[in-house]
């Protein structure tokens, strides 16, 4: 396979380059082919090269010490990555990737990149965008994360309660009434007064529960059923990544 | 009381078997919080699941539990 040096300009951070230095990368970079869930680098190795995926599909992945994995990001073709290398001294891969079907990159060293950072202003910026844009991605990924967590917590928190305590409303469909204040769910869930009501003024503009002074009363206990198993469809969206 | 209007935990304890029709049907029934509420009729309106049917596999398992 040959790379067409004006193919690069697809990748983010070469779209501004000259064709001279595109050229240049392609003679400097080394083609590595390899087959469905094989590796091109794994988590911890010396950050020396980065790639571009010109074919397949490819997926960064973190492992924990327990040997749990994350999914980080799913690669597609003309994607950069593993070019931390090229801005930090001495860095190490944060992250493992494999390939998910047949695939190609180009490997070129990370040395490289740097030094004609050095004199082209608008491949730093062009690299800076898309840190920035994954700093913002996973910014938005810590937040639905924690917003989930308290959520499914005090979704759990009233379930319980109302199993014990709660008494059905009658001849009002499947209502669920709870002699509880938004304090003590707060406490029983172990979380602030502040989180319960903006969590419960949500979900009552969903219609999933009524929140009155010392009552909360369940309006679609199977809504709150979804929530606390983290099934909620407003937090989950099927564009994004697995985590 | 008609059989719909039974709840769920009284539903698992009058015949246990019943746990393999909820799980089998994909609710979230066995184990719930609020099965001292739920009857059989807000179950198949949440599944979107037939009543009768949903009885009548509650009776069969506990038939062939016997």
């Not at chain 1, 680098?41 to 995926?53: E, M, N, S, V």
């Not at chain 1, 004609?116 to 202003?121: K, N």
């Not at chain 1, 898309?130 to 910014?139: R, S």
């Not at chain 1, 502040?194 to 009552?204: H, I, P, Y």
């Given at each position: 396979?040959?790379?067409?040096?004006?193919?690069?300009?697809?990748?983010?951070?070469?779209?501004?380059?000259?064709?001279?230095?595109?050229?240049?990368?392609?003679?400097?970079g080394?083609?590595?082919?390899?087959?469905?869930?094989?590796f091109?680098?794994?988590?911890?190795?010396p950050?020396?090269?980065?790639?571009?995926?010109?074919t397949g599909?490819?997926?960064?992945?973190?492992?924990?010490?327990?040997?749990?994995?994350?999914?980080?990001r799913?690669?597609?073709?003309?994607?950069?990555?593993?070019?931390?290398?090229?801005?930090?001294?001495?860095?190490?891969?944060?992250?493992?990737?494999?390939?998910?079907?047949?695939?190609t990159?180009?490997?070129?060293?990370?040395?490289?990149?740097k030094?004609m950072m050095?004199?082209?202003p608008?491949?730093?910026?062009n690299?800076?965008?898309?840190?920035t844009?994954?700093?913002?991605?996973?910014?938005?990924?810590y937040r639905?994360?924690a917003?989930?967590?308290?959520?499914?917590?005090?979704?759990?928190?009233?379930?319980?309660?109302?199993?014990?305590?709660?008494?059905?409303?009658?001849?009002?469909?499947?209502?669920?009434?709870?002699p509880?204040?938004?304090?003590?769910?707060?406490?029983?869930?172990?979380?602030?007064?502040?989180?319960?009501?903006?969590?419960?003024?949500?979900?009552?503009?969903?219609?999933?529960?009524e929140a009155?002074?010392e009552?909360?009363?369940?309006?679609?206990?199977?809504?709150?059923?979804?929530?606390?198993?983290?099934?909620d469809?407003?937090l989950?969206?099927?564009?994004?990544?697995?985590? | 009381?008609?059989?719909?209007q039974?709840?769920?935990?009284?539903?698992?304890?009058?015949?246990?078997?019943?746990?393999?029709?909820f799980?089998?049907?994909?609710?979230?029934?066995?184990?719930?919080?609020?099965?001292?509420?739920?009857?059989?009729?807000?179950?198949?309106?949440?599944?979107?699941?037939?009543?009768?049917?949903?009885?009548?596999?509650?009776?069969?398992?506990?038939?062939?539990?016997?």
């Amino acid at each position: 396979m040959k790379i067409d040096p004006a193919d690069l300009r697809r990748v983010s951070v070469f779209r501004d380059a000259t064709d001279e230095d595109l050229t240049l990368f392609v003679q400097k970079g080394v083609l590595r082919s390899i087959e469905d869930g094989e590796f091109f680098f794994f988590q911890g190795d010396p950050a020396k090269y980065f790639y571009i995926l010109v074919t397949g599909r490819a997926k960064l992945l973190q492992t924990n010490p327990a040997g749990q994995q994350v999914n980080l990001r799913t690669l597609t073709e003309w994607q950069i990555f593993g070019a931390l290398g090229a801005v930090r001294e001495n860095a190490l891969y944060p992250a493992t990737a494999q390939a998910m079907e047949p695939s190609t990159a180009l490997a070129i060293e990370s040395d490289f990149l740097k030094e004609m950072m050095q004199t082209r202003p608008d491949l730093s910026v062009n690299l800076m965008q898309l840190m920035t844009g994954y700093i913002m991605e996973m910014q938005e990924r810590y937040r639905e994360l924690a917003t989930e967590r308290v959520e499914r917590r005090i979704a759990l928190t009233i379930l319980r309660l109302a199993g014990q305590i709660g008494k059905r409303v009658p001849d009002k469909g499947m209502t669920v009434e709870l002699p509880l204040s938004r304090q003590d769910v707060a406490e029983a869930s172990g979380t602030t007064i502040f989180t319960v009501s903006r969590v419960l003024a949500d979900w009552e503009r969903r219609g999933l529960v009524e929140a009155g002074r010392e009552r909360v009363i369940i309006r679609n206990p199977h809504g709150l059923v979804q929530i606390s198993e983290g099934l909620d469809p407003q937090l989950t969206d099927p564009n994004s990544d697995p985590l | 009381m008609s059989d719909f209007q039974v709840t769920v935990d009284k539903v698992l304890q009058r015949w246990p078997q019943a746990f393999w029709v909820f799980m089998k049907n994909k609710t979230k029934c066995p184990g719930c919080f609020m099965q001292s509420f739920c009857t059989l009729t807000d179950v198949a309106e949440t599944y979107q699941l037939s009543r009768e049917n949903l009885i009548s596999e509650i009776v069969d398992a506990s038939d062939k539990g016997k």
